[in-house]
């Protein structure tokens, strides 16, 4: 098993040493971001620095005053926002405030593509929904940098768009009255990771304070960072940008005050909801129901309600919903087999569409290559999703395929993960480049799997619960800061067997507690290790509370015999 130290930033890991944290606090900051480490600490928003630091966004304060026009001349006003947990908690904030700001009900109306039939962003269908309400002002949240054709259209129709959108910006955007978005190229804003949801919140800030709102609504839009909150952890944004990271910290802390129903719906009662909760059972269950119906209306509901008997109600449904897409995802998975190669490009008529994203998430995961996965869009077309490893761009591999083929009909996306649709006569000519530009770009780059590590926990600062909490307190841990993983050496002292399926791990080593979740295929498979062995262990920590009593216990990922 290989172990790779995280490399360290030293410049970052003496200013943190400086600042008067551990070495190991050090270490973890230092390995994770090359940002001012105050502003990682610092986990709350200072009043007079956002206000003069979100106003360095490209075309915020324009849009602010064009919003407030809208409402004072009681204008037809459209919000449009993507089907997914970062587009629904967008519509979720902009609905909100806009109800706090004044508008009029029936000048407000609500827009969503439907997954299925109509694919990520506008078309023409959407457009004609739009122009049928005679809207005045359109803004789109998480969606719309790509459609230059559909928002040039609309603005040569005398309807305004604000653009507000998180994805990467083409050489040619499209044609608005405003466009929100960090990634262009003359927006100085400096905090360029923020998710569409958390875009919506920062123009829905800036506009209660171009109107001159009341201290009361002013809160109650600032109180918005826990549906902020949910879809940065969701949309799955980088939490090593010091903004991302006082979002997700305040919004925690709003989360857990369970003012909201739809928190008193989904939270468990025994503990405060963490990064964790919101990222594998919120977030999920929130993407679910538009990928098996198209529709995402119950989780906007679920996210808005102001009644308890409704929240659980939508909170059941989406629970329904989130447990029939793991289903179809196994069944999925089950059914590929995936052969020693760079990528792996595959197509299969009865896959779900909305669900080979996650699939190939999965597969991308456990074998350490990108994946695309097609299903049927039309009889004639098929839609794929695909996700890589960090050692592949994506999108630029999509770019190649593109330009040597012109066989995409339409895509966008990341580094990591993409969306495309091609014609289905396409399919081995796509597969074919693909494969040869993923060859060309990790030529001369190790793509082996690596186990990084912030070095030994064991020595010289040993298990203590003070140690812990140093650690936990850097959180929150997610994306591109990852929780904090160790590795030493250690002899089992004792093994315990934990169920059926899936089967567990229960190990006591050098005597300190430990447990190995998903050790074991089955019951009857034999045990990776026995007591008395020396072993090589990656592992995080976390804290067991057991009828009161609180104790340290290593969560095993890795580990091998290294009996000499």
């Known amino acids: 098993m290989q172990t790779i130290n995280r490399e360290i930033n030293q410049d970052v890991y003496w200013k943190v040493m400086k600042l008067g944290y551990s070495e190991i606090c050090a270490k973890i900051v230092a390995a994770r971001t090359d940002h001012d480490p105050t502003l990682i600490f610092d986990k709350n928003f200072n009043k007079e620095i956002f206000s003069e630091t979100i106003l360095l966004m490209k075309d915020l304060k324009k849009s602010a005053i064009r919003i407030k026009t809208a409402i004072e001349k009681q204008e037809n006003i459209m919000l449009f926002t993507d089907f997914d947990a970062d587009g629904c908690c967008s519509m979720a904030i902009l609905s909100e405030s806009f109800m706090l700001l004044g508008a009029l009900p029936q000048r407000i109306f609500q827009l969503t593509g439907n997954r299925l039939t109509d694919g990520y962003g506008l078309n023409q269908s959407l457009v004609n929904t739009i122009e049928h309400y005679e809207t005045n002002l359109l803004i789109t949240a998480d969606v719309g940098i790509s459609n230059y054709d559909e928002i040039t259209h609309l603005t040569k129709n005398e309807t305004d768009?604000?653009?507000?959108?998180?994805?990467?910006?083409?050489?040619n955007p499209p044609q608005a009255f405003a466009i929100v978005n960090p990634h262009q190229k003359d927006c100085q804003f400096p905090f360029k990771n923020l998710?569409?949801?958390?875009?919506?919140?920062?123009?829905?800030?800036?506009?209660?304070?171009?109107?001159?709102?009341?201290?009361?609504?002013?809160?109650?839009?600032y109180e918005m960072l826990d549906i902020a909150a949910l879809a940065t952890v969701g949309d799955m944004v980088a939490l090593n940008d010091p903004f991302n990271r006082k979002i997700v910290s305040v919004g925690l802390n709003f989360i857990n005050q369970r003012k909201r129903p739809c928190w008193r719906a989904c939270l468990s009662q025994d503990k405060p909801a963490d990064v964790q909760e919101l990222a594998f059972q919120i977030a999920p269950a929130i993407n679910a129901v538009s990928r098996l119906t198209g529709e995402c209306d119950t989780a906007i509901r679920f996210l808005t309600t102001q009644e308890d008997v409704y929240a659980k109600q939508y909170w059941s449904e989406l629970q329904e919903h989130n447990g029939k897409r793991k289903t179809v995802q196994n069944n999925m998975?089950?059914?590929?087999?995936?052969?020693?190669?760079?990528?792996?490009?595959?197509?299969?008529?009865?896959?779900?569409?909305?669900?080979?994203?996650?699939?190939?998430?999965?597969?991308?995961?456990?074998?350490?290559?990108?994946?695309?996965?097609?299903?049927?869009?039309?009889?004639?077309?098929?839609?794929?999703?695909?996700?890589?490893p960090d050692y592949l761009h994506l999108k630029d591999c999509l770019d190649i395929v593109q330009e040597q083929t012109n066989c995409i009909i339409r895509y966008g996306g990341h580094a990591n993960a993409a969306g495309l649709s091609i014609y289905k006569k396409d399919f081995e000519i796509f597969k074919k480049t693909f494969f040869q530009a993923c060859i060309d770009k990790t030529l001369m780059i190790d793509t082996s799997q690596k186990n990084y590590i912030d070095g030994s926990l064991l020595e010289p600062f040993n298990f203590t619960m003070a140690i812990y909490e140093e650690i936990y307190n850097i959180a929150p841990f997610g994306i591109k800061f990852p929780e904090p993983a160790f590795c030493d050496v250690f002899t089992v002292t004792e093994t315990q067997?934990?169920?059926k399926i899936p089967v567990h791990l229960k190990l006591s080593l050098n005597s300190f507690k430990a447990i190995w979740f998903f050790?074991?295929?089955?019951?009857?498979q034999d045990l990776p290790c026995s007591i008395g062995d020396r072993v090589k262990v990656v592992y995080s920590l976390s804290k067991n509370v057991w009828q009161g009593y609180t104790s340290l216990q290593i969560i095993v990922d890795k580990l091998e015999v290294v009996n000499l």
């Open 195 to 221: 998710c569409g949801a958390a875009i919506a919140w920062v123009l829905m800030v800036e506009t209660a304070k171009t109107m001159k709102c009341n201290d009361e609504i002013k809160k109650a839009i």
């Open 519 to 524: 050790a074991l295929k089955n019951e009857n």
């Open 333 to 388: 998975i089950k059914s590929i087999d995936v052969p020693k190669e760079p990528c792996f490009v595959h197509y299969d008529h009865q896959f779900h569409s909305a669900v080979v994203g996650i699939a190939a998430g999965q597969l991308s995961r456990k074998y350490n290559i990108p994946v695309i996965l097609f299903a049927d869009r039309t009889d004639d077309i098929m839609s794929g999703s695909g996700r890589s």
């Open 497 to 499: 067997v934990i169920g």
């Open 161 to 171: 768009v604000i653009l507000t959108d998180h994805h990467l910006v083409p050489d």
